[in-house]
């Protein structure tokens, strides 16, 4: 019941936060600069200006450009994006499928290593597997990715010769359909192996650049996690039947420090998001990051709010699934205690 | 006692039992010497104050220390395990004979010496353990069936395959299953469609095996108890199922830490008569540890008190509490309330328990001692029997005890 | 020897007061300098300040903007060590030895802008906030989640894109975006210790609440304020160096990101260094910092003190 009202409430908090997000998403293009300033050229003649003005509304006031802007995103219309010559609704798909395989493979590696890693770490505390965690744990938030990138890249591509840049090889690209944009999953659903595996190839360092900033996240809070219930009773309890070591870690005190581990997915999603950006920079991946850097630098501001919107939407979303799972099982836990 | 052998009423006998601590300030010595024998079928309480090393003490039996930082500095715990038929846990079947008696011995092992792998045999067949606070010491993220399974799968495999009618089987995959030692590889195999039909089988012997193990703590319904979680459950709910786990392969020994504290009241009550009528039906021994005099003097056969680190005096609980021979069981008594002695002259003994980092070789209750004479402050006493079955460890004897004026009501609670 | 252990008496004066407090903080660096991945991070810093400090004896400052990259057009892409260029020169003949020296100088400003002045912000707004209550908490609250809704590093980027690129703008957008933070840290310090005993034992002697403030909830707060503050301090160099590698910088400033981005375009060509050393710059900083607050975290651990 209490959990109920928490969702429900959390619930109700939502659509306001949302419309806190797009009124600063738009205050900000209306304060700098003007929001066509891509339209714009120094041989344009005033009234020329104007008429660009009056197209996109920008004569009426600031309240009803606002309400405009949301009735064109409620209607699916993000505007005009510039810098790809199309509708921002048009090319937004396309792109988010490339950076959601990207982001996806990179979480999927974070979750694995970083449980991995502090479970490792949290049971042999203060040995060399520990030291190795705080050391990944450390060093990977104080990693600038972009430039963890590019060294990947001096010497996997520019050295060595053997990683690959973009996100496909031109001619197997060619030779299956994309259904989903994923291109993994379309390979697999094409059954070609040789596409499935020029995928996985473009996507190994991407991803594994992108994920070793989460995957310290979760493996910092994983082994402290691991730490605190292996001082628990029922650890005890649970040697005391006479359970084999790793069956106590395993079954009881890692089951245990994954329910405090859930609150950093939220923390994980955000920062593999942004790190997108650069990382999508680096390995010219043709994601929705690459696509905002290129806006941000040519003012192409429909993107830019659209961008802006939509990852905020989708950072408060999955923190909220997060929080109520957790809210979920804490309950058990905090009850059971 | 020649050749280190028990006699054939001891079960397990501490020798010297030293478990310290390290600390930034210093060496603990929390455990210091401590002898004492349990035995067969008996209940021994340990009583004494918070941070006495009782809890240490029970828990060494189980090898459940916190080591590092703790040490085992030395002594030995000898446990001579009842030798029990492997198919039926002495419930009596047809290899053992009817009786299902626990007749021969075991070999005579150092519960502190043995290998990790005998020691998880012993843990939770041989010897059990239940704990102070049940909400803590259950899973919270486990059914009640889950956990109490793994005590059979444990222990148990076999009887269990024969029940499921797998007496037979061959697949290396149900084996290890029974055991739950599943390899990665298993779980592969356990999705063929033969191996899921064994596996459900195994889980179904297992499930009676667990609700027989719960009806027998007077759980009501114990089959519906199985999914639940444990903060689903009341605290005595959670003990009954604490105790139920623990007494699962009928142990020689149950080490009981504080199994009541937790409780209320009259949860309590029920809770030890439980233990009290299962151990007799089932001649287990019981290690009862309580800081509580009144509750250890109702069900212990024998008493220990232990102080600082040591017992300071042994023996059978009405020579025990007839005749309180140690300043400190006296202080203990005095600080008991019970019925008859008015209000207001209930006494707490005056000062605190001494730090043990490093403690002198001398009494350890000297400096709150009321009769302390010249000599408790330089030598050290060893425990030396007043009567057959009751040892102190104090340099007054018991004469000049009862002729001395009892000052411990100095400080009114 | 014989003397009972009696309670002895203990007498507190102002002086002692004052003596406890010193010992306290002398307990504390020893406790921060008994960590040695905290020693290492302070090494580091100390590195990192006197570069900054120093920059123009290390370096001949370019005239008239020392900000400014030096461009040798006589000594484009020379790798480490030639023609006198310790760390070789970029595609456009700048020295990254002279970056890297002087950017030290541009990420200190930049983190000290950023973090001074979001803490400054986020303090009051937050003690307000918590202090007040009633409408005036929810409203700025609110305010607060709306801007934590979005996540940082694209939060700052869509305020320095709206702004132009200016390594001013980036300063400004950083500090718009990281104030919430203080502000959630102090509302919830505020809110925490109004319920402890002793503001209740203040208010009780009649102190305002002002005084209170001042006197009581202002000093528990600086512990996790600290903390904080020393991990942001890494914290936006590494974003301010994203951005500024995104674009957001003017072009040709002595910018450790900026610099990594200028370095990218030789990589393929085999020219790692423009790139490397930079970069490396900005993981030592960041490092550094992580470093010390983790540090100052775990020696502030009330629960670690006694032992």
């Given amino acids: 019941m209490q959990l109920r009202d928490y969702i429900i409430r959390r619930l109700m908090v939502l659509p306001i936060l949302i419309l806190g997000v797009s009124i600063v998403v738009f205050t900000l293009t209306r304060v700098g600069g003007s929001p066509i300033g891509i339209y714009l050229s120094h041989e344009m003649t005033p009234e020329e200006v104007l008429k660009i003005e009056e197209r996109f509304g920008l004569d009426k006031p600031v309240l009803v450009q606002y309400i405009q802007w949301l009735k064109g995103i409620v209607s699916g219309d993000f505007g005009w994006s510039g810098v790809a010559s199309a509708p921002v609704a048009e090319v937004f798909p396309i792109k988010l499928a490339a950076t959601l395989e990207l982001a996806t493979a990179a979480g999927l590696v974070a979750l694995f290593l970083g449980i991995t890693l502090g479970t490792f770490a949290g049971a042999r505390r203060n040995r060399f597997p520990d030291h190795l965690t705080r050391i990944v744990a450390v060093s990977g938030a104080s990693l600038p990715q972009f430039w963890f990138g590019i060294l990947l890249l001096i010497i996997f591509w520019a050295q060595l010769g053997i990683a690959p840049i973009g996100r496909s090889d031109a001619t197997i690209f060619a030779s299956i359909s994309h259904p989903t944009g994923l291109y993994t999953i379309d390979a697999i659903l094409a059954g070609s192996i040789r596409a499935l595996w020029d995928a996985i190839w473009h996507l190994i360092l991407p991803a594994l650049t992108l994920g070793y900033g989460a995957t310290a996240i979760i493996a910092r809070m994983m082994r402290s996690a691991l730490v605190e219930e292996l001082q628990q009773d029922y650890v005890d309890a649970a040697r005391a039947k006479g359970l084999a070591e790793k069956l106590v870690i395993k079954r009881h005190a890692r089951r245990n420090a994954l329910v405090p581990t859930i609150t950093v997915i939220g923390l994980t999603f955000g920062f593999l998001l942004q790190g997108t950006i650069t990382i999508e920079i680096i390995y010219r991946w043709p994601g929705i990051g690459r696509w905002m850097a290129d806006s941000v630098l040519r003012g192409d501001q429909a993107t830019l709010m659209t961008y802006v919107l939509f990852t905020s939407v989708l950072f408060l979303l999955v923190n909220l699934i997060v929080d109520v799972i957790y809210a979920n099982l804490d309950r058990r836990v905090t009850l059971g205690k | ?413 | 020897m014989t003397n009972p252990p009696q309670s002895s008496n203990i007498t507190i004066t102002k002086d002692s007061a004052f003596s406890v407090k010193i010992n306290r903080f002398l307990a504390l660096l020893q406790r921060l300098l008994s960590n040695p991945t905290t020693v290492i991070g302070l090494i580091i810093i100390g590195l990192m300040l006197s570069m900054a400090i120093f920059a123009p004896w290390i370096t001949t400052a370019n005239i008239p903007d020392p900000y400014q990259m030096p461009r040798d057009w006589g000594a484009v892409r020379k790798p480490p060590g030639e023609m006198g260029y310790l760390l070789g020169t970029t595609n456009e003949g700048g020295d990254v030895f002279y970056g890297i020296v002087w950017g030290s100088r541009t990420s200190l400003q930049l983190s000290i802008y950023v973090v001074g002045s979001t803490m400054i912000i986020g303090t009051i707004i937050g003690s307000i906030a918590g202090l007040l209550g009633g409408w005036v908490d929810e409203v700025l609250m609110r305010i607060v989640d709306v801007f934590l809704s979005i996540p940082e590093l694209i939060f700052a980027l869509a305020i320095a894109a709206v702004l132009g690129p200016s390594f001013t703008n980036i300063i400004i957008a950083l500090s718009l975006v990281i104030w919430v933070k203080y502000a959630r840290i102090m509302r919830a310090q505020v809110l925490q210790i109004k319920q402890n005993d002793f503001v209740d034992a203040a208010r009780i002697v009649g102190d305002s609440k002002f005084n209170i403030y001042i006197k009581d909830i202002l000093p528990n707060a600086v512990t996790p304020v600290t903390v904080q503050a020393t991990l942001d301090m890494g914290n936006v160099v590494l974003i301010g160096a994203t951005l500024s590698f995104i674009g957001l910088s003017e072009a040709g400033i002595a910018e450790w990101g900026v610099l990594v981005s200028e370095g990218q375009a030789g990589i393929a060509s085999g020219r790692w260094w423009a790139s490397t050393f930079p970069g490396l710059m900005i993981f030592l900083w960041a490092l550094a910092f992580n470093l010390l607050g983790d540090g100052l975290r775990d020696a502030l651990d009330p629960r670690l003190e006694d032992r």
């Avoid at chain 2, 609700?211 to 027998?216: D, F, Q, V």
């Fill in chain 2, 1 to 413: 006692m020649p050749n280190n052998q028990f006699e054939n009423n001891v079960l397990a006998k501490v020798k010297d039992l030293k478990v310290h601590f390290n600390s930034k300030r210093g060496v603990v010595h929390a455990v210091d010497g401590v002898d004492f024998e349990i035995l067969n079928g008996e209940t021994l309480g340990l009583v004494g104050e918070t941070g006495c090393g009782k809890s240490v003490t029970g828990r060494s039996f189980l090898r459940l220390l916190p080591i590092p930082p703790g040490i085992i500095k030395g002594g030995a715990v000898n446990f001579k395990a009842n030798l029990v038929c492997t198919r039926c846990s002495g419930r009596g079947c047809s290899e053992c004979g009817k009786s299902g008696h626990k007749t021969e011995k075991g070999e005579q092992v150092d519960l502190l010496k043995i290998s990790d792998t005998r020691m998880r045999e012993i843990r939770g067949d041989r010897i059990a353990m239940i704990f102070q606070d049940p909400g803590k010491a259950l899973n919270p993220t486990l059914t009640v069936g889950a956990q109490m399974a793994e005590v059979f799968l444990q222990h148990r495999s076999l009887e269990i395959l024969d029940m499921a009618g797998l007496g037979q089987i061959k697949n290396k995959a149900i084996l290890r299953f029974a055991k739950q030692d599943v390899k990665l590889f298993d779980k592969i195999l356990l999705l063929l469609p033969k191996a899921r039909k064994q596996k459900l089988k195994v889980q179904e012997a297992v499930k009676i095996m667990v609700s027989k193990a719960l009806s027998e703590t007077q759980v009501p319904n114990p089959l519906k108890l199985l999914d639940r979680f444990p903060h689903e459950l009341s605290g005595g709910m959670r003990q009954r199922v604490m105790i139920a786990q623990a007494l699962a392969c009928n142990p020689d020994l149950l080490i009981a830490d504080e199994p009541t504290t937790a409780l209320d009241v009259t949860v309590e009550a029920r809770i030890l008569e439980l233990i009290r009528e299962l151990q007799l039906k089932r001649k287990t021994s019981v290690l009862y540890i309580s800081h509580d005099l009144s509750l250890v003097r109702r069900i212990c056969d024998r008493v220990a008190v232990m102080y600082a680190g040591r017992i300071v005096e042994i023996g059978k609980a009405e020579e025990i509490f007839a005749n309180p021979s140690h300043p400190y069981t006296r202080g203990l008594m005095a600080a008991v309330p019970s019925n008859g002695i008015p209000r207001g002259s209930l006494s707490a003994i005056k000062g605190t328990v001494p730090e043990l980092i490093d403690p002198p070789d001398s009494c350890r209750f000297s400096g709150r001692c009321p009769y302390e004479v010249n000599g408790c402050r330089v030598n050290d006493p060893k425990l030396r029997k007043i009567t057959e079955s009751h040892s102190v460890a104090c340099f007054i004897n018991d004469a000049s005890l009862s002729w001395c004026a009892p000052s411990f009501e100095e400080e009114r609670v």
